[in-house]
């Protein structure tokens, strides 16, 4: 009788110990995200209601007073609004053109394809600031510049690009957009590859060429690819402008470059604000976390995923 | 920790007493000396004399006021190949904002009713600026932040550069012309006010034994033989009196780097660097550094960018209190 009970005692332990087992498969990896996520971003929430310095360990409670001051500010507006500009140079850049480039690449062999891909890969792999020193040297505003020099050919004056309100942001994307490209461009055509050829033949017998043939078959088929590149070009857009944006302008000409991700970067490290940063931080998290459910709501109903 | 603990604890009375009361002061934020200083730059104009030369001008006699440079610049524009001939390197320190602003008679921060308060908004402050922009828009000058505004004058491309003395002997080793400098310029009957750049070393060390080597190491960087390696290397002016007349120390070094000479002798002219108050200082140095930018680029003018900024700046420094 108790060798019966202990055996249904042991079986009872192990069936639980055996729903432990996931959870301790998952253990490292949940505990690193707690504590180097959502330890950090608890703390950021906490922060965003405190005024202080980051040395100075007294720091006083000022309830939404810091959310207050960021949104009232007169840079504000403008902050948003260049954040959503340099998103939509970031769509041109970084979704639009290397998913083109890779559809151009259909028509052309396995061998030329590799070509292709090592070429544009290469900014990818160079380090960011190094990066953004060559392109310093092609945006000087004084006639030996690169640019300024092949104005010089057409007999126009050099610009100041970089101090240049108008110019500054575009430059400042092109730079961002020419390092991750490539990137982009090799998700795109693994995306392409991984198309079953069997569905490309069996459309082409059944008369389907050309535009009709992308649009009806290699589109959908693509989707799931196409809407990874954007919602990493979305995630990630304000942070990889962030390199040119530090090295070359900080945000100027009078905040001509500048938008949420860098302005908090500037609040926490140039100005030691970092309740005032901590704020603009949790804004930017409902913000994002705002578009980026709208995305999924939205493509979730548009995208077929082969399961 | 204070210096009259080190004093007090390790010695070291004979070592400041060879420091004047002016420089002691400069780390005596009211209650003693917290360090010794050790770096004063100050804004030198370095320019091309193979350029004075081509224009048929004397290159040992560059002008010290703004009117004279002006009445120069065709001729140095023209030799130069319609290069530009000014070049002043900024950034969000405000350094040369602030020697333009209080040249033209203006101040970056003034004492009023026991309160601070910015003086960027006033008509002299944007007369300086604005002497500024226009060297800009006109072509006369390059717009570029240190980053570009060095490389730009070493490999010539523009005639001058107004940059601080600490960059001296970066520029020296790498011109490949003749380099000598000049005073910053006057602007009419106004007394030149540049400001300071610099540092000191102070010590935190809480173990008596490092207390006591971290102090002897610190006179020994701000002893005679520190203060010659450091002005040879860089340019920092040395801040014992009469190092630079000293044969054993600087003497000949100040007689082969006449450019030296050219910050020792502008000393007199020197003001504190403004550093804007209360816990949001920067956020306000940043303004000023956002009103330079929009000025410069044509975006606003002068009056216009500074007088916004001066109603960021006040809001953010709001409460401050002064002596005076």
Redesign the interface.
């Known amino acids: 009788m108790s060798a019966a009970h202990s055996r249904e005692g042991t079986r009872r332990l192990s069936l639980r110990l055996g729903k432990l087992v996931p959870y301790l498969y998952i253990a490292p990896a949940l505990i690193v995200i707690l504590l180097f996520v959502y330890w950090p971003l608890a703390r950021t929430f906490q922060l965003s209601f405190y005024q202080g310095n980051l040395i100075n360990p007294f720091r006083s409670y000022v309830g939404l007073g810091n959310y207050t001051e960021m949104i009232g500010s007169s840079l504000f507006g403008d902050l948003i609004l260049q954040s959503l500009l340099y998103t939509v140079l970031a769509l041109i850049g970084s979704v639009l053109v290397p998913v083109s480039l890779a559809f151009l690449t259909l028509a052309l062999t396995e061998r030329e394809i590799d070509f292709y891909q090592s070429l544009l890969f290469v900014p990818t792999v160079i380090a960011f600031n190094v990066v953004v020193l060559i392109w310093a040297f092609f945006f000087l505003p004084t006639t030996g510049g690169l640019f300024n020099t092949i104005l010089g050919y057409f007999g126009q004056q050099p610009r100041a690009w970089m101090k240049d309100p108008l110019l500054a942001l575009p430059g400042i994307a092109l730079i961002a957009n020419w390092k991750v490209m490539g990137f982009h461009f090799l998700l795109a055509i693994a995306g392409l590859r991984a198309i079953p050829r069997e569905y490309l033949e069996a459309a082409y017998v059944d008369g389907a060429s050309g535009w009709p043939l992308i649009r009806r078959v290699v589109l959908p088929l693509f989707a799931p690819t196409g809407l990874f590149i954007l919602i990493i070009t979305l995630i990630g857009a304000l942070d990889a402008v962030f390199t040119p944006i530090r090295v070359m302008t900080e945000g100027g000409p009078n905040n001509a470059t500048n938008n949420l991700m860098y302005a908090i970067y500037s609040e926490g490290f140039r100005f030691f604000r970092p309740g005032q940063a901590s704020a603009l931080s949790i804004i930017l998290i409902i913000l994002f976390g705002g578009l980026i459910y709208w995305q999924y709501r939205l493509f979730d109903r548009n995208v077929t995923y082969e399961r | 920790m204070p210096v009259s603990d080190l004093v007090a604890a390790y010695g070291g009375e004979d070592y400041l007493a060879t420091f004047p009361q002016n420089v002691i002061d400069l780390t005596d934020l009211g209650s003693g000396p917290i360090g010794i200083a050790y770096s004063l730059s100050n804004p030198v104009v370095y320019y091309n004399a193979d350029v004075f030369t081509a224009a048929g001008l004397d290159p040992s006699a560059a002008p010290t006021t703004w009117e004279g440079w002006q009445e120069i610049e065709p001729a140095l524009s023209e030799a130069s190949g319609g290069?530009?001939v000014f070049n002043f390197g900024y950034?969000?320190d405000n350094w040369i904002l602030q020697a333009f602003v209080e040249s033209a008679g203006g101040r970056m921060l003034v004492c009023e009713n026991g309160e601070y308060r910015t003086g960027l908004d006033s008509a002299e402050a944007a007369a300086g600026l604005q002497a500024w922009a226009d060297t800009?828009l006109s072509?006369q000058s390059?717009?570029?932040?240190y980053?570009?505004a060095t490389?730009?004058f070493i490999?010539g491309?523009?005639v001058t550069y107004t940059y601080s003395i600490a960059g001296r002997g970066n520029i020296q080793d790498q011109v490949a012309y003749d380099l000598r400098a000049t005073t910053f310029p006057q602007f009419g009957e106004n007394p030149v006010r540049i400001p300071g750049g610099g540092n000191f070393l102070t010590v935190f060390a809480t173990d008596p034994a490092q207390q006591e080597a971290a102090w002897k190491w610190v006179q020994f960087l701000t002893s005679p033989e520190g203060f010659t390696a450091w002005t040879e290397g860089l340019g920092y002016v040395p801040l014992l009196p009469n190092l630079t007349e000293d044969p054993a120390y600087l003497a000949d070094f100040v007689a082969a780097n006449p450019i030296e000479q050219v910050a020792i002798d502008q000393l007199g002219s020197v003001v504190r660097w403004t550093s804007f108050p209360g816990?949001?200082g920067?956020?306000a140095g940043?303004a000023a550094?956002?009103?330079t930018?929009?000025a410069?680029?044509g975006?606003q003018t002068a009056a216009d960018?500074l007088a916004a900024a001066a109603e960021?700046i006040n809001t953010l420094i709001a409460g401050q209190a002064c002596a005076g």
């Not at chain 2, 390059?142 to 932040?145: F, K």
């Open positions: 290069k530009p950034g969000s800009v072509g390059i717009n570029a932040g980053n570009d490389p730009a490999a491309e523009t816990p949001n920067l956020a940043e550094f956002r009103a930018q929009a410069l680029s975006e960018a960021e």
